[in-house]
């Protein structure tokens, strides 16, 4: 059974960057999409983008510009970098696995999530 | 983008009743569309997956339908472990955008 842990701090200054790292146990990390999906308080989910295990990426636009997906296949990991935090993302920050099924991409394999808060 | 709206956004039923949660989406996506279970300080579970299979291990009685901008997600005789949080997801295009989700609650 895949299974994925989130790590990294739990609070994080404004303009400061965010870093999350994310385990995969059970599975290799090769052949799949891993991503990032985050859930502010008592809201949805935004979808933060993913990455192949073999490098090639893509983002949502709001955040585009300010994160970066890698993965090392070595240690079975992969991470998340967001850079100039403000209040608003303030969040539970999820990793997952995304599958290609018949139609698109699934999320089937999730960490139990990370709260990372964002303030001074 | 490709807009997802579910409704309702909250629901009431009790135990044995069945339930049907819509999500319309702004455009046509075919059949690239999935539904998650969440419960309260857990990460989503995917149920189905392009529209109407079924996940692995999700009991029979979840099932999903619909195509193009019209989607259900049909519990049949609810169980009490089902009252949680409902979540549909589109892939078609490249940006990936869930719906703002539908609270199931005990009635």
């Known amino acids: 059974q895949v299974q994925l842990q989130e790590s990294g701090p739990g609070l994080v200054k404004p303009s400061e960057t965010l870093s999350l790292n994310c385990t995969v146990s059970?599975?290799?990390?090769?052949?799949?999409?891993w991503g990032w999906i985050r859930q502010p308080p008592g809201k949805g989910l935004e979808w933060i983008g993913y990455m192949y295990y073999s490098g090639s990426t893509n983002y949502n636009p709001s955040v585009k510009s300010r994160v970066t997906i890698s993965v090392d296949t070595s240690k079975n990991q992969f991470s998340l970098k967001l850079t100039s935090v403000t209040v608003a993302d303030t969040a539970v920050y999820y990793c997952?696995?995304?599958?290609?099924?018949?139609?698109?991409?699934?999320?089937?394999?999730w960490g139990q999530g990370t709260m990372v808060s964002v303030s001074s | 983008d490709i807009q997802m709206t579910q409704s309702p956004s909250s629901l009431s039923a009790s135990v044995g009743d069945r339930v049907t949660i819509t999500c319309r989406a702004s455009?046509?996506?075919?059949?690239?569309l999935n539904w998650y279970q969440q419960k309260p300080g857990k990460a989503p579970k995917l149920l189905i997956y392009?529209?109407?299979s079924l996940q692995s291990g999700v009991p029979s009685r979840f099932s999903g339908s619909g195509s193009g901008t019209d989607f259900t997600l049909t519990i049949n005789s609810l169980q009490p472990e089902d009252f949680a949080t409902y979540f549909c997801?589109?892939?078609?295009?490249?940006?990936?955008?869930f719906g703002q989700g539908t609270r199931l609650d005990l009635k």
């Open positions: 455009q046509s996506i075919s059949t690239y």
């Open positions: 997952a696995r995304a599958t290609t099924v018949t139609h698109g991409d699934a999320f089937d394999f």
């Open positions: 392009a529209a109407s």
């Open positions: 997801q589109q892939s078609y295009g490249t940006l990936i955008t």
């Open positions: 059970g599975g290799s990390i090769r052949n799949y999409y």
